[in-house]
């Protein structure tokens, strides 16, 4: 999605060669219009699969859940993060191992609003260890729910977020995948290319 990648080269900071801030327009303040066009890609990526729901996690994910449902003209549903034991009984959840923070949390769902009828597109802003998406995952498969797939508007490549999806057998489109990065310069995938 050049439009994304062209504000990721003018805008992203590269904070180590890890981490990319894209608080102007990403996941601070959010462009809207980059955001509703960032879901009617999702939406045309996924066009071959029947989503009934699309599925992220607070609070990043969120602006680009609801654009994905507005594309799709479905609802929208994120997990929340909390602690299990403020949880009531009848939710499905899944903990998370956060390697930033060294810290396992529960995410969680109501089961009133997800269950096997539903066909469930997860979406995220970033797509980086990959926990907390295949948290989700795992919550889609304990719902009984089929899943479509997964898109992520950014993927660090160079990490290991994508194999882990892909080897719990999930279809991953992202929309800027990184190769590499460091202060000044980021490398797409599509730059590799010979
Ligand atoms: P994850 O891959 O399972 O998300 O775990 P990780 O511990 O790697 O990442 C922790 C948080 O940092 C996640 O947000 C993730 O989306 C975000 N993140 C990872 N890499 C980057 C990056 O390069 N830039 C930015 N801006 N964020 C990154 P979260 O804790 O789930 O919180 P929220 O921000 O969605 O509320
Ligand atoms: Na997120
Ligand atoms: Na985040």
Redesign the pocket.
């Known amino acids: 999605m050049d439009m994304l990648k062209q504000r990721i080269r003018q805008e992203g900071q590269i904070l180590s060669d890890?981490?990319?801030?894209?608080?102007s327009f990403l996941?601070h303040q959010v462009d809207t219009e980059l955001a509703l066009a960032i879901g009617r890609e999702f939406a045309r990526l996924f066009a071959d699969k029947p989503v009934t729901k699309v599925l992220t996690?607070?609070?990043?994910?969120i602006q680009f859940a609801m654009a994905t449902g507005i594309a799709l003209g479905v609802p929208f549903l994120y997990a929340k993060k909390k602690k299990a034991v403020t949880l009531a009984e009848n939710v499905y959840s899944a903990p998370?191992h956060?390697?930033?923070?060294q810290e396992t949390y529960q995410i969680s769902i109501s089961q009133k609003y997800l269950g096997p009828a539903d066909k469930v597109l997860i979406v995220?802003?970033?797509?980086?260890?990959?926990?907390?998406?295949a948290g989700l995952v795992q919550i889609v498969r304990e719902a009984g729910a089929e899943l479509a797939g997964v898109g992520c508007v950014?993927e660090?490549s160079f990490?290991e977020?994508r194999g882990l999806l892909e080897g719990m057998g999930v279809r991953v489109h992202s929309l800027a995948r990184i190769a590499s990065m460091a202060p000044g310069e980021v490398h797409f995938m599509d730059d590799e290319r010979t």
């Open positions: 890890k981490v990319l801030k894209v608080d996941n996690v607070e609070a990043s994910g998370v956060s390697f930033t923070r995220d802003d970033f797509l980086a260890t990959g926990a907390a998406l950014v660090k990490q977020g």
